[in-house]
């Protein structure tokens, strides 16, 4: 059975609001992160969808950057959580506003 | 081999340069002899050039010099040049000579001050611009000597500055004064753009052919003359002449009397062709003239200071000179300016004598029975109010008969101009009669603490110099009648012109008539001298009983007609009401309002945009997030 294209755009969109929505609402700097991985994934999907349809790779090929990338992110993200929350001893984003004045 | 012209002015300004920048280092007698050095090397380059003058052939024999292109700005060219005729001639000689005497005067006036250098410094610069004002063969740079002895009357005015009511004179003086030069510089534009040019001969070539009609000629000559009401104090803008009597007395001789405020005159007499082609002017300029002389003569009668009777004498007699002008009479006009340099200098000086002799007691009141303790300084103020008076013989009586000459024959017969002039001529007699015997005679008035002594002869020996010249002064003018030659009528003659009414000396009218209306100003001149006699040394006390028995003219006479009241009601409270609205008002609400509100605004709009940097990184995301959808509706909407 093939999965009609449109089902799976509408599982991406779903999934990126979802991690849109925890970026936005959530107050712990892990969820946050976490969203933003969805987030990435749920382009991943969406670049795989159109692959398949078109029947090239290009998407695929796409999506591998997609995951490296993803990777060196997590790799700097979590380091830096990790040192705000030594700093800090915090890991509620709301709490953390060095940025203003 | 004559001098060149220009030395003439370089000298008094390389001593107002000397004493201005250098004064520190002169004693204060080093001062005042670099100051009259200067003068009378002026003098005597003048002197000698107008004897070159004499030996010059030709119709108008004249020396011109063109020094520099002095403006040049498109078609725009003004040349700095001198122009030495008949007429620059005298007036060169009467602003050196009297003011040489008075330089010579002022070191001994002026001893002690401690601005005395300062003081050397102002003298030279005015001798300066008002030989510029003469000398200038063009409207602009006799403008430029127009405006400097302006400038240098503010300054010597408020000489003493520190008294404000002094500074205050100085200011008024300057101010009174703008109202004329606006009318100057109007009729200079006009000029220009007419002709051309500003070359004052040839504008007199050019104006009997020019194109425009009588109502150009007569709007420009209106507008200078508006001018020259305000430098020589005609009515209506004669208010500031009495209060810049604050200056130093030798100033109010200098500037006051004999030079500067005789320059409307002068500017009349140099411009005379244009003056003549506009015969309502010259009506206007006759009018104004008799009334101020007039006027200001009603104003004298009753003034207590000294030197405030001197000067509504001084505005007076400059109202015979503009009538003598306005009736065509450019030479008794200029003849009249002569002597009354020599007999308003001699009587101002001769003032001064008496104030300093007094230690600064100006109010004639206070004084009385000079005349043992001063009698050089007596002797010469009799010989100067004799002069002025018009008692024949003297320079006086020469110069103001033949303007009331002018005005009789101008007017063929007893006109009411002429009346008023002889009306004048008594009540001059009358006043300054007055001042020498409330000063001279009678018992002392002056307070025991006084010992009035007489001046040292640096003072006395120019007062003695100036009776001369006002005794002789006149006889370079003797007209014919009186089996004279009138030297100095046919040397201005080719000068100024030739009015259109036939004055030439009074060839046409009758000799009788002449010797007539001579001896009708005569006699008014020895009533008034008979009648101040009888008021002020027969029976003192009819002058009191005379001012309560007619309160209300010696009060108008004594409030100067409330001239100044009215100007402070209608010109200057006006004014200072208006500046005080501009400034509780627009200045301080609107120019105020909108930097004040403009910083206003931008502070309250930051403090609404501040709000949204939270530091909160959700805040921003969200905001990156409302930016996308933005962009991507707009995409999708094209």
Known sequence: MVVPLHHIIAIASLLFSIGVLGVLFRRNAIIVFMSIEIMLNAVNLAFVAFSNYHGNVHGQVFVFFTMTLAAAEVAVGLAIIISLFRNLQTSDITEIHNLKN | MTAPIYLITLLPLIGFLINGLLGRFLTERQSGMVASGTVLGSFLISAQLTMGLMTRPGKNPHFVQTLFTWIEAGDLQIQAGYWFDALAAVMALVVTGVGLLIHIYSIGYMRGDPGVRRYFAFMNLFIFMMLNLVLADNLALLFLGWEGVGLCSYLLIGFWFQDESKARAGMKAFIVNRVGDAGFIIAMVLLYHQFGTLNIQQLANAAPFALAGRAFFTAVTLLLFLGATGK???????????DAMA????????????????????????????????????????????????????????????KKVLAYSTISQLGYMFTAVGVGAFSAGIFHLMTHAFFKGLLFLGAGSVIHGLGGEQNIDN????????????????????????????????????????????????????????????MTAFYMFRLLFRT????????????????????????????????????????EVLGGMNHFHHLLEPVVAISPWGLAGGHEASH??????????????????????????????????????????????????????????????????????????????VIDGLVNGSAALIGSGSRLIRQLQSGLIQHYAAFILGGVIVIMAIIYAS
């Open chain 2, 367 to 426: 004084m009385g029975g000079l005349k043992k303790h001063m009698p050089s300084t007596h002797l010469t103020m009799l010989v100067g109010v004799l002069a002025i008076t018009g008692v024949p013989g003297l320079s006086g009586f020469f110069s103001k008969d033949e303007i009331l000459w002018g005005a009789f024959v101008r007017y063929e017969g007893f006109s009411w101009i002429w009346l008023v002039g002889v009306i004048t001529a008594g």
């Open chain 2, 232 to 242: 020589s104090a005609q009515i209506p803008l004669h208010i500031w002449l009495p």
């Open chain 2, 247 to 306: 200056g130093p007395t030798p100033v109010s001789a200098l500037i006051h009397a004999a030079t500067m405020v005789t320059a409307g005159v002068y500017l009349i007499a140099r411009n005379s062709v244009l003056f003549t082609l506009a015969p309502a002017t010259m009506n206007t300029i006759a009018t104004i003239g008799i009334l101020t002389a007039f006027l200001a003569a009603s104003m004298a009668i009753t003034q207590k200071d000294i």
């Open chain 2, 512 to 589: 009788f008539m002449e010797l007539l209306a001579m001896f009708i100003s005569t006699v008014a001149a020895l009533g008034g001298i008979y009648y101040a006699y009888k008021v002020y040394i027969l029976q003192p006390r009819m002058a009191d009983e005379l001012r309560d028995k007619l309160p209300g003219l010696y009060k108008l006479s004594f409030n100067k007609y409330y001239v100044d009241e009215f100007y402070g009601a209608a010109v200057v409270r006006p004014l200072v009401a208006f500046s005080q609205v501009l400034w509780t008002w627009f200045d301080d609400r």
């Open chain 2, 440 to 479: 001279f005679y009678g018992q002392p008035r002056w307070s025991n603490q006084l010992h009035p002594h007489e001046s040292p002869s640096v003072m006395t020996l120019p007062l003695i110099l100036l009776a001369f010249l006002s005794i002789l002064g006149g006889y370079v003018g003797v007209p």
